[in-house]
């Protein structure tokens, strides 16, 4: 069964969503190196912050996220079976389908985007202690709060099977001794950040001020599901409960999947995907079947049309949105304007480029950094002549693991400009930019565009955006 | 046995160094700059790194009135209480420093190098400033710390995780006296904190007389007014390769706020519409309140041509009213922009920023340090600190002896602050960047930028518990108009 379940999973991310693990690589930059580990342990569970991170890196590669996952959740649900034994005695396990279910939500609570492998890493660590607090007696006073400072607030999980297993007045003693030992964790590393958060977790969500419902309930449903399963009841059918039990999980796995997994934001993200792989192709095929109506969706589209040269004769068989579904303006968030930074770059405004991707970094809401953002602004730096800033970003991507070859190979082509001046790209984007130095202004893009194609009648593709532009434009100014 | 490594580790190094040590006649190539710079005693150990390549480093450092100190390692690094010890002691004097840098096996020794030590002691305790990515118009992070200038020590004052979703605007304290303190939170639960003896008030500063919150403040050395300018702040984009961003108002006034009662003076003179009028600072004696004044343009189309002069009113305290205007320095007439005045607390020197046109410098490569003797009227440029890249933001140590300011010279991106002394005729001395415990690693590996520096007299105390509940709950003080 657990091998079933790993199995699932795997194909889930696979082959369902695999634009979810491109979005989680994004938005974090793992770092091998002592400042990066020092950094992550500043603060309540910051081991599991880091250890998740460590293995987020690897879904750079589709087929090592999706099994990741599937690991993950096979381990927790194992855990949760073992740690049922620890939590009553070994041969009176029962319930054995119910040991699916914290893996199960977590699959579901994975639906939002910004949940960060840190949440269910660090349950899985708590799962996994549960027989350590369960033996550990009065240990668990020093174990409580090293637990805390390690994976964060799940510590309360073995903490509480330790004491429904126990049931003696030492284990109150310690599910009280959490209270201090939260305030304790919040005064020495916490005091920057709003209490709630520190109580619930500083880095299970990626977004700041929010608790996802599931996020309190996971952990809660974990305590019971172990205390069940190793509850020993005596139930006249126990197989035929089993299987109900079963159904009803794998139905609603179903259901809160398909609830949870919003269909237009795993689009769009499946869009981006695909662009960052330059399978424009797709991205159009993708776009026939189904298209969401929103503006980020357009410009993904229209961006792989042009790519696929088709944006003059299919632009209108697509949803538009006026000349914003071209290029986005600025907006504050890490997605956006992903592609726009992207058609930009390649049509000549590498100071827009960069503006766009500086923005997308620092709207990462947990202030991590981005491989994928922080390769393009070293990339315009260097177009712009400015390698000592190219550098700093360089010697940073330097200490990744996908990033490092890449950032050794720039950093000996700045070393020496005639590199960069025969590299295809950068001297590409070089003879296409702007040749006078103005200020910017979105509302003016039409124009800026038609200055590059005047300066350079090879950048058809400012020509084209252009063109596009103004249909788009009389079209809106027609409805 | 201590002894006894130490002499054994000597030994070996001096066989080493006797053997196969190569003597060149150049100075070291030592990072940061630190060679010839003019240090307070006290301050945190001047660490350096050399060049790429090399994997060791001897330092030998000897002062002229005595007193003897060696560093060996990945880098140069000083045990901090044997050279605070040996800073006091050459106070007035010089530090000589022996480097040896070994690299593929070879020990080289280059030229000796001077640093002096100032007999004007710097006893503020650090600097306060804000860390934040050098850019555009999102950040992750942002945070106001504080940094004991005397050890390797930095602490948040308080980061955007506490306040999420709002911009941080400046610290400013009155005179470096962190007694008394200001910031402004921007965004929807935007306030200006005002703390007095630790207790402390979100005041709403805006009012339906005036055009926004307050923004660049300084503070009336008497702690009851200060004075504020109104920015709606808009930034744009250059399309070449010399510069990025131009940050400009859209409009602008200064207004005086009283603390006793958090009520605005408004004087129409310093909030007219045909002009830009921004960035207060009251003179020593708190008689004179220096402002900058521009003529508008339609921006950001005509924003080249937005020059600031410096202007000046008696500033009467009892009634915060302001006497008769007149210009300073008309830059606009000479075709360029000054900026961010600030007068030394001593009433000798005003310090302001030079750029060609604009009242945000960091983004113009061109912008320098000036400086005017308040005795004489006379202005000339800061040659011995300035460099090819902006230097911005600037303030005094609390008997003015020092100063610190920020700079783009590292990379041409990242600010970083610099520290110098000045003497009774206006002289610099050398600047040096603020030490690190290992300077390379930190500048280099460090995303953040350090905005508006201030030394801070004593550590700032500023109580976070609260804080969140107190931002989000909108409990505001509103600003009335006297």
Known sequence: MSSLLGAAVFAFWMWLYPQGLNYQEQNQLFLFTWDYFAGRLALPGGLADWLSEGLVQLFYVRLLGALIHAVLAVLLQLGVWKAAGCAGREKDRVLYALSFLPSLLMLVHMGDVEVLMSFPVALLIAVALCPLFVWAGWHRIWLIPLGWWLVGP?????????CLRGRKWSDLVMLLWLVPVFFAQYRLLAAQYPPRDALFGLN?????????????????????????????????????????????????????????????????????????????????????????????????VNFSLFMERQLDARLTQFYQCGTQGLVLPSIRDNLSDITSAELLWMMGMPNITLQYCFDLQ??????????????RIAECNIVNGWYDRAEKYL?????????????????????????????????????????????????ALDLMMAVLYNQNNNNFMAAEYYSAWQRLKQWEGGK | ???????????????????????????????PDYIGVTIPAGIAPMNFNLPDGYDRVFVKVTGSKGGELKARGRWASFDIRKWHRLTEQNAGGTLLFTVLGKKDGRWTQWRDFIMYVSDAPLTDYGMTYRKMAPGYTTYSRIGIYQRDIHTFDEEPIIESTL??????????????????????????HGATLVQHDGVRDWVTTKTDSTIGNVAYCYWHPEGRWFAGSINPVRQSFWTGDRRTIEVFDLASDVVIMDTRDYSLVLDP??????????????????????????????????????????????????TGTLGEIETVIPASEEGYSVTFPRPSYDGRWLMYNKADFSIFPIDHKE??????????????PLDEVNSPYSESFHNWSSDSRWFLFSSRRADGLYVQVYISSIDADGHCTKPFVLPQKNPRKYYHDTLYSFNVPDFTKSKVRFRTRGTYREVFSDERVQATVK
């Open chain 2, 367 to 380: 912008a320098d340090l000036w400086l005017m003797d308040l005795q004489t009227g006379e202005t000339r």
């Open chain 1, 362 to 375: 620092e709207s990462i809401q947990n202030g991590r950094k981005s491989g994928r953002f922080m390769s």
């Open chain 2, 163 to 188: 306040a999420p979703g709002q911009c941080m605007g400046c610290h400013t304290a009155n005179a470096t006296d962190p007694s008394q303190f200001m910031f402004h939170l921007r965004g929807q």
């Open chain 1, 395 to 443: 010697d940073i991507l330097e200490h990744s693991l996908f990033y490092r070859k890449w950032a050794r190979e720039h950093k000996d082509m700045i070393a020496d400009e005639a590199s960069v001046a025969a590299d295809p790209v950068y001297s590409y984007i070089r003879s296409v930019r702007f040749r006078d130095d103005f200020i910017t202004a979105y509302d």
């Open chain 2, 1 to 31: 046995m201590r002894r006894l490594l130490y002499l054994t580790v000597a030994a070996i190094l001096a066989a080493a160094c006797s053997g196969s040590t190569t003597f060149v006649e150049e100075l070291p190539d030592i990072y």
């Open chain 1, 154 to 162: 799940v510590i309360a999980v073995p903490v509480a099977v330790s």
């Open chain 1, 204 to 300: 299970y969500y990626r977004l700041v001020e929010s608790l996802p419902a599931l996020q309190p309930v996971i952990p809660a449903v974990t305590v019971v599901c172990i205390v069940l399963c190793g509850s020993g009841l005596r139930l006249r059918n126990q197989l035929a409960v089993d299987i109900a039990l079963a159904a009803v999980l794998v139905l609603g796995a179903a259901g809160g999947t398909a609830l949870s997994y919003d269909k237009d934001t795993y689009e769009v993200l499946a869009y981006d995907w695909l662009i960052r792989n330059e399978r424009y192709g797709d991205v159009v095929k993708r776009a026939a079947k189904y298209q969401p109506r929103n503006p980020i969706s357009a410009c993904s």
């Open chain 2, 269 to 318: 003179r310093l909030m007219t519409e045909d002009y830009l009028e921004s960035t207060p600072a009251f003179s020593a004696d708190g008689r004179t309140l220096y402002y900058l004044r521009a003529k508008a343009f339609d921006v950001p189309a005509q924003v080249d041509s937005i020059k600031y002069d410096l202007m000046k009113a008696p500033f009467d305290a009892a």
